[in-house]
């Protein structure tokens, strides 16, 4: 899998906390990078007082967010999850920009969960929950349920998305 570009060299370069005002959203966006992987996407009411406002990937956000398409496959996320919900959030990653699923169907494209159990929809529910890089792992594009992405910004990105 590619890694995003960080000015001055590539993700595998720079370990930090990252963040940056971004209007559409009304607050901050902050992103954790740590060995070349995001750990973490987060919106502080105030970010960190170490983190800093110089990450590509914070350019490509703001660029998503005034309408540029990006599903953001090419991040690189740590998923230090249990396995089967760290399995839903790598399904989810290859839902495009601009269309959703519902549960049930993030289910069926889990290896090992089966939509027609409660226990496997409980499962899917339960990584949205803990999804630790919204927006990159785009929660905001499972139809019936909520995840990590706050309301507010969910919203934002459904509108971005047409969806």
Excluded: W
């Amino acid at each position: 899998m590619k890694v995003a570009a960080v000015k001055g060299g590539n993700m595998d370069d720079v370990a930090g906390i990252f963040a940056r005002e971004f209007p559409a959203v009304d607050g901050y966006i902050q992103v954790g990078v740590a060995q070349g992987r995001v750990i973490s996407v987060d919106f502080p009411a105030r970010p960190k007082d170490d983190a800093r406002a110089d990450h590509d990937l914070l350019d490509r956000l703001g660029d998503y967010l005034n309408g540029d398409s990006d599903a953001f496959g090419d991040v690189t996320v740590a998923l230090t999850l249990p396995t089967d919900e760290r399995r839903v959030l790598e399904a989810l990653r290859e839902v495009p920009y601009g269309e959703t699923v519902t549960v049930e169907q993030l289910a069926r494209m889990t290896a090992g969960l089966d939509d027609s159990e409660d226990a496997d929809r409980r499962t899917v529910r339960d990584a949205l929950r803990e999804n630790p890089a919204p927006l990159l792992i785009g929660d905001h594009r499972v139809g019936n349920a909520s995840g990590a992405t706050p309301t507010e910004v969910a919203t934002v990105c459904r509108r971005l998305e047409g969806l």
